[in-house]
């Protein structure tokens, strides 16, 4: 649908928490008005405040299976980075 932007991203429209465990999607309508003026070298941009404020959240730090590797014990953790 033109005018529609998704991505999935840390910040803004769509983020994960692994050591929460939770995770959000929102859509935006991708206009001027809620998009920044600046770009990068890449021509991109992102949402503006007003933009932020906009987006509509289909799940908002809703539930995820937890992060096995975050759970490991420190000390199995430190034994893979010496293996290396």
């Known amino acids: 649908m033109p005018g529609w932007a998704g991505r999935c ?8 928490a692994d050591r929460r465990a939770a995770w959000s999607i929102g859509v935006v309508r991708a206009t001027e008005e809620n998009r920044r003026m600046s770009v990068n070298r890449d021509r991109k ?3 503006s405040a007003h933009g932020r404020s906009q987006v509509t959240w289909l799940f908002r730090d809703a539930p995820m299976q937890p992060n096995v590797l975050l759970q490991l014990p420190p000390t199995v953790v430190s034994l893979h980075r010496v293996r290396r």
């Open 9 to 16: 991203r840390h910040r803004d429209g769509g983020r994960a």
């Open 45 to 47: 941009t992102s949402l």
